[in-house]
């Protein structure tokens, strides 16, 4: 069964205090793992697709990378506007076209 | 922003009665997702089309049930709605990458 598990599930950070956040998944066979930025009350927002290990995508001061187990979702000196939920979904293999998600990471950046 | 339109955005009803949520694209894609979104589950597949009159069930179906007549409407429908029911819920679309996620309509089950 595809399987996505985020970590941690809260973070707190100060402004410019770097980190990442993760998203573990078992799936048969990837056809995609994306990250979404949602903030209260509204939709997900796409932010990058990850398809083969080793891919890294860049925005601004996030940076996503892929390996067969896991992605990060690295945030570099962050702002206080980077503060949302962060979540991860992959697409299996396995002749459909659902996108299962991860519970996302809640991230609070403070000034 | 992705052409999704949801509505309505917010709606209050009975225990017991139906209701139909819909979802209108402006992008022509083939795929299109009702997900439900609550505390400590976070987005969990309802239904889900890839193609008009075309659709299947996801992880959580139990008394939802779905229709596309036409590319770009997607209608959820709680055929009787219970308080279990009250939860976000997200049209998305897809072209076949990456999907695309409406506002969300927020259903209240009284």
């Known amino acids: 069964e595809d399987q996505v598990t985020q970590s941690p599930e809260a973070l707190r950070l100060q402004e410019g205090e770097s980190s990442s956040l993760n998203c573990s998944y078992t799936v048969s066979g990837l056809r995609g793992l994306f990250w979404y930025r949602q903030d209260p009350g509204k939709g997900p927002e796409f932010l990058f697709t990850l398809y083969s290990a080793g891919e890294e995508k860049e925005k601004e001061r996030l940076k996503a990378t892929l390996t067969k187990k896991e992605s990060f979702l690295h945030i570099t000196a962050p702002k206080p506007e980077d503060s949302a939920t962060y979540l991860c979904a992959v697409r299996s293999r396995s002749g459909t076209y659902k996108y299962i998600f991860g519970t996302g990471t809640r991230l609070k950046v403070l000034a | 922003d992705a052409g999704i339109t949801q509505s309505p955005r917010h709606k209050v009803t009975e225990t017991g009665t139906p209701v139909t949520l819909r979802c209108h694209q402006t992008?022509?894609?083939?795929?299109m997702y009702w997900y439900r979104q609550d505390p400590g589950h976070g987005l969990r597949l309802i239904h889900y089309s890839y193609g008009v009159k075309d659709t299947d069930k996801g992880e959580v179906s139990d008394g939802y049930s779905v229709s596309r007549s036409k590319t770009e409407d997607f209608l959820l429908t709680l055929e009787s709605a219970t308080s279990s029911q009250t939860s976000v819920y997200f049209c998305?679309?897809?072209?076949?990458?990456?999907?695309?996620f409406g506002q969300g309509t927020r259903l209240t089950v009284v």
């Open positions: 998305a679309i897809s072209g076949g990458t990456e999907a695309f």
């Open positions: 992008e022509n894609h083939r795929y």
